[in-house]
């Protein structure tokens, strides 16, 4: 039986640190793909209708696939090669896939077959009277779609097979595919075609497909053979019990995320779009640190757990938590700052007009204000899933939910789409608070000093950046200028100062998460 070497922090930073190198360039392709669907689409009813077709099949992706993973599959893969050894974590891996194949044929099989129903279901949440059009579009990308979660749930089983093992750049890569495919698949409908909306459905197959085979040659390197075995042994059927809670969790925050966008498509045509599109630049930046982080986060915490390891584990949260606030204060700030800046360069031109700037913009600023909670939010829920407690997060997710939906439909009608980014980043800070309060039945986390004065140089150090940025806008005038190079020039300019303020403010004070960064990057150029 082989055993990988216990992951310690520093190997964590490094490994988290490469996933952000890759999942930067992902996200920055996810950009452009929603810059490509701006381009064509801009805050069309055709956009919305995307937005919604693909948001449902996607919910589900994240409910069978990612909460599946995270729960169920990493902490008994992981036990069961511990405890067992390499064979019977095999035999775990094929009975748990083969399950996932018999499921995943049937959603999707249902979906299809209710397309229908789903669609006028999401528009009576949201209290709207769909046009025969809007509808008939909507159902047919939703049908379209929807394979698309079996080829992504399926690449998720691999990519717990390989973050296991230690190897995260391969399934951090892979998101690069459907991005190109989705983006290739817009150009192609759109300038050959002329029908872009259908053609980025079928790019978004093409992607989950390309996710998921891609991956198969890397699995089959650290040992997976595929066999028709359907039995469910006992591993297998911890892992399911685990699943039970979790999946109600995960499919509360996506009916969170749902009703949310059910809500913005009642508002009227662009509500959905404006949302989508700043939630991908919070994504963007969550995706360069914070996701990177929680994934290199869970199976050092698995392994720690097993070997009861209280304080590692204590170590490997309050890294976490001092890195989330060190990398979410300052990029917060900015944003903000220069939210209409950013959503005119981005995605102003063709069909993105300036009142669709002017809603985006609006939506991003009050997105912004719940990236630390959720960065925070997804150090914590690994340390659950690591104790096999999947009830907890259950309950935060529910509080979670209660919060964003009397949030939703109380902002929503005076602030439209933006009361309902508000209403979310209000529901992020309720999750946060019920999961950091409940951990101490696992673990005593307590005090400590040298995380409160991690926080408190970074708060220091972001808000001289953002004083900065703050004082040069008014000496440049951005608000006056149109999308051009002149803009483009002066946008980069603000972002040079911003984080050249916060670098040499945090030098200045000697801010350790800094220093944590340089050595990793400098211990990276030695050994090149």
Known sequence: MTHNPAPTKRSILSSALVMSAITFGSRVLGLVREQVRAHYLGTSFASDAFGVAFQIPNLLRRLVAEGAMTSGFIPIFTQTRNDDGEDASWDFTRRFLNLQVVVLCVIVGLGIGFRSEIVDAFAAIGGRSLEPELESLTTDLLALMFPYIAFVSFAAVIQGILNS????????????????????????????????????????????????????????????????????????????????????????????????QAIAWGIGDGAVSSLQ???????????????????????????????????????????????????????????????????????????????????????????????????????????????????????????????????????????????????????????????????RKHLELGFHAHIAHSIGRTIVCGGLAGVTVWLLKGVLQTEVMTPSLELGFAYLLLACAGIGVFVVSALVVGHPELRKVREIVARRRARS
């Open 165 to 260: 093992f230690q190897i995260f750049w391969v399934s951090a890569s892979t998101s690069i595919l459907l991005n190109v495919s989705v983006i290739t698949a817009a150009v192609i409908g759109g300038e050959v075609y002329g029908e872009p909306v259908y053609a980025m459905a079928i790019g978004v197959v093409v992607g989950g497909f390309l996710q998921f085979v891609t991956q198969l040659p890397w699995a089959h390197r650290v040992g997976f053979r595929w066999r028709p075995d359907f039995y469910p042994g006992p591993a297998v059927r911890r892992a399911l019990a685990l699943l039970g809670p979790t999946t109600l969790g995960v499919g509360v925050y996506q009916l969170n995320v749902l009703i949310s």
């Open 277 to 439: 599109y700043s939630s991908r630049l919070l994504e963007l930046t969550l995706g360069i640190f914070s996701v990177a982080l929680s994934t290199a986060v869970l199976p050092a915490l698995a392994r720690f757990v097993a070997e009861r390891n209280e304080s590692q584990i204590r170590d490997i949260i309050g890294m976490g938590v001092r890195l989330s606030w060190f990398v979410c204060i300052p990029v917060t700030i900015g944003l903000i700052l220069v939210s209409d800046e950013t959503i005119r360069i981005l995605f102003e031109r063709g069909s993105f007009t300036t009142e669709s700037t002017e809603l985006t913009a609006a939506a991003l600023n009050y997105h912004m204000l719940g990236l630390v909670f959720i960065s925070l939010t997804r150090i914590y829920l690994p340390c659950y899933y690591a104790f096999k407690d999947t009830w907890t997060p259950l309950w935060s997710a529910v509080i979670s939910l209660v919060i964003n939906v009397v949030g939703c439909y109380a902002l929503a009608p005076s602030l439209g789409a933006p009361g309902i980014a508000l209403a979310n980043s209000l529901s992020a800070l309720g999750q946060l608070v019920v999961l950091r309060l409940l951990l």
